[in-house]
């Protein structure tokens, strides 16, 4: 190209409006040159993702039938689905949403639903804390999981204690392997006071409760997000000074969260599944840990009286924990103040 380029730019008797010519005529040659070098290029893009697409596709395929396989196996007297109902999602991995027994809807009616009201908080200026850990929780009706949860639930007992208050948090740790807990009330560095507690270790801590308003605890014991997703969560209200909001008739907690299940859960307790969890596939979402109980067992308030809902998402998505895991996470750090931090 650069030589014809020479060439129209070098012959002295032709006519500025031929040069002009013959330049819309090189442009035209560049331009369709390069369009076809734009379009092989693209070909080859499209091949090159085709070839990736394919080899993810045919991976998650083989994945899914390991996994179906096993599903199908562990629940041959499943009444209330055929393995066929739960079909693969878009992304290849298996979901078991829905999953349910013949007998779900007593199931559901017999379940003692989570408590959402809000309990009292502590008088005087210390709100004393006491959590424990524990194992394996029902999720929705007839599906059971596997988790790593608080005092014999997920989520964990509400916590309500009053703007001001000096909350002295004691964490037991009943179950197998290093736990911790990470007040997102607290403006305490996570890994100054929320470090591990060791199985039948307990370890206490304070801190002043100085934020108003609804926010999630949770253990913050690597890997956050199975720590998480496997149950390990719960709401703090920290209630306003007097006078700050108006004073509600009732007040309800719901913590919602998902669930990433490596089975059904049926006929034994479900596993957590990392894939799943990365892939933002959740098998169940809940309020306060159980599928769909304040639809069989509804809260209730009288007309003309004022509800307030303390909303919290604890994930671990909707805490994103599994961008976390990713990668999307920074630090900053403010001035040089040592052991200071909140989220
Ligand atoms: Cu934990």
New binding site residues.
């Given amino acids: 190209m650069s030589s014809a380029h020479y060439t129209s730019h070098h012959v002295p008797s032709r006519s500025s409006a031929e040069r002009r010519s013959d330049a819309v005529a090189l442009w035209a040659v560049v331009s369709l040159l390069l369009g076809i070098l734009v379009a092989i290029l693209g070909f080859f893009a499209v091949m090159v993702w085709a070839d990736a697409h394919n080899a993810k596709d045919a991976a998650n395929r083989a994945a899914a039938k390991v996994s179906g396989g096993a599903a199908t196996a562990d629940m041959p007297g499943m009444p209330g689905m055929a393995a066929g109902d739960m079909a693969p999602a878009a992304s290849g991995l298996r979901s078991f949403a829905g999953a349910a027994p013949a007998n779900a809807d007593a199931l559901a009616t017999a379940h003692k639903p989570y408590p959402a009201a809000l309990p009292a908080a502590p008088a005087g200026p210390v709100a004393n804390v006491d959590l424990l850990?524990d194992i394996t929780v029902q999720i929705a009706p007839g599906v059971k999981y596997s988790a790593?949860a608080w005092a014999g639930g997920a989520p964990g007992p509400i916590i309500h204690v009053r703007q001001g208050q000096l909350v002295k948090v004691t964490l037991t740790n009943k179950g197998a392997i290093p736990?911790?807990v990470d007040f997102h009330a607290a403006r305490v560095a996570p890994d100054k006071a929320f470090g591990d507690v060791l199985p039948d270790k307990s370890v206490s801590y304070t801190f002043r409760a100085n934020d108003p308003g609804v926010f999630m605890y949770h253990?913050g014991?690597k890997p956050v997000l199975m720590?998480i997703a496997n149950g390990?969560y719960g709401a703090i209200v920290v209630e306003p000074r007097p006078g700050a909001l108006p004073k509600a008739d009732r007040n309800y907690v719901l913590v919602a969260s998902e669930w990433y299940l490596a089975s059904d859960g049926l006929r034994t307790a479900a596993q957590f599944d990392m894939n799943k969890a990365h892939a933002r596939q959740p098998d169940w979402m809940t309020f306060n840990g159980y599928a769909g109980q304040y639809v069989k067992h509804p809260l209730v308030a009288k007309p003309d009286e004022l509800v307030r809902f303390w909303v919290v998402d604890a994930g671990p998505v909707s805490h994103a924990f599994a961008a976390v895991d990713e990668g999307q996470v920074g630090l900053l750090n403010v001035g040089n103040v040592q052991g200071t931090m909140s989220h």
């Fill in positions: 850990t790593w736990h911790s253990c014991t720590h390990m």
